[in-house]
């Protein structure tokens, strides 16, 4: 992943009076706020699992900044402490007039169908969420969906081929829990692995964590796959999952990352699946600003479009297995091999 701009803001503690969205305080304990030189002003919601998940809320941040360099918007965060911030939260940039509010990750997507239906004149987007599905479908909200399902393929595939050449049968998956984008990433990662290697067994299992930030259950739950043979624990679950990886590095087997590039946790991480939410919240704040954004629908992010994609891998990886992989990719790029969005498992 590219590097992120410095960061340039300054903290300040927010205090709103609640209204129109729910009633509440809005109660985020910290904001992030850059001014540039531009008039438009885009705010960013977090989940709770807050800017040091490692993973997509720090993604949209990194989009945004990219996004405050480039237009000089002006542009402010606010990091959720729990569920019952959302409303507020993403309530308060609509009623300060931001011309767009971004939320991130399917918890919040109960909040963000009610707050873009009491507002009605500002424009949202939220990343894992497909505005078809939202109760009031929201006419001035953007789904912004990725075909994980397509990266989850490309590190199971590779998976598979390191499984293959050093005789070990078994890899696993750990998801946080039974949400559409985990789905599509263990999904697609079950199939490259059985494209690569017709007789692997792959364990996939849920923490059971809805807040997607609680390690020792990723951990509890990698624990358990290593000790039923799995050489490879791939992570789809968030901050929650970095317990998984934690956990993979101590058993000395391979981990795999997602959403970022996770190559920087260690040695131990053979690759990650990409998600690439930076680009798409620097894309749609883009087209904000050039009055282009067209809301009522949903984006989507593959590897045709880049996306979604393969991280770094190590260096202990033989080439040709990276090569392999590359190739595998542009198949599904070009649309040769296409990606089941789920299967069972």
Excluded at 138 to 164: D, I, S
Excluded at 216 to 243: D, M, P, R, W, Y
Excluded at 291 to 305: I, M, P, Y
């Amino acid at each position: 992943m590219k590097k992120s701009a410095a960061l340039l803001g300054v903290l300040v503690l927010l205090i709103a009076a609640g209204c129109g969205g729910g009633g509440k305080k809005s109660s985020a304990d910290t904001t992030t706020a850059t001014t540039g030189g531009s008039n438009m002003k885009v705010g960013l919601v977090t989940d709770i699992g807050g800017l040091n998940d490692r993973g997509f809320n720090h993604l949209s941040f990194l989009g945004l900044q990219r996004a405050q360099s480039e237009l000089g918007i002006e542009q402010r965060v606010y990091q959720a402490k729990s569920t019952q911030e959302y409303v507020p939260n993403l309530s308060t940039f609509a009623r300060q007039g931001y011309d767009l509010t971004i939320g991130v990750g399917f918890t919040e997507a109960t909040a963000i169908d009610t707050v873009a239906t009491n507002f009605p004149q500002s424009k949202f987007a939220i990343v894992d969420v497909d505005q078809t599905e939202e109760p009031h479908k929201p006419a001035n909200l953007l789904g912004l969906l990725f075909k994980e399902q397509e990266t989850g393929y490309l590190v199971g595939y590779l998976a598979g081929l390191e499984a293959k050449k050093e005789g070990f049968d078994t890899i696993s998956a750990v998801g946080a829990n039974n949400v559409p984008a985990i789905v599509r990433y263990i999904s697609g990662y079950i199939q490259g692995a059985k494209k690569a290697d017709a007789g692997i067994k792959v364990l996939a299992n849920y923490a059971n964590d809805p807040t997607f930030s609680d390690q020792a259950k990723c951990k509890e739950t990698a624990l358990n796959q290593i000790n039923q043979g799995s050489h490879v624990v791939f992570q789809v679950a968030g901050g929650c999952g970095l317990g998984a990886l934690a956990a993979a590095k101590e058993n000395k087997v391979w981990g795999i990352g997602v959403d970022a590039d996770q190559r920087y946790l260690g040695s131990h991480i053979m690759t990650s699946a990409l998600k690439r939410v930076d680009k798409a919240v620097e894309d749609l704040t883009t087209l904000a600003s050039q009055g282009k954004l067209k809301t009522g629908s949903n984006d989507t992010f593959s590897l045709k479009n880049e996306g979604v994609g393969l991280g770094s891998v190590s260096p202990k990886i033989p080439k040709e297995l990276v090569t392999k992989t590359n190739a595998i990719a542009k198949q599904i790029g070009d649309g040769t091999i296409v990606v089941k969005p789920t299967v069972k498992f």
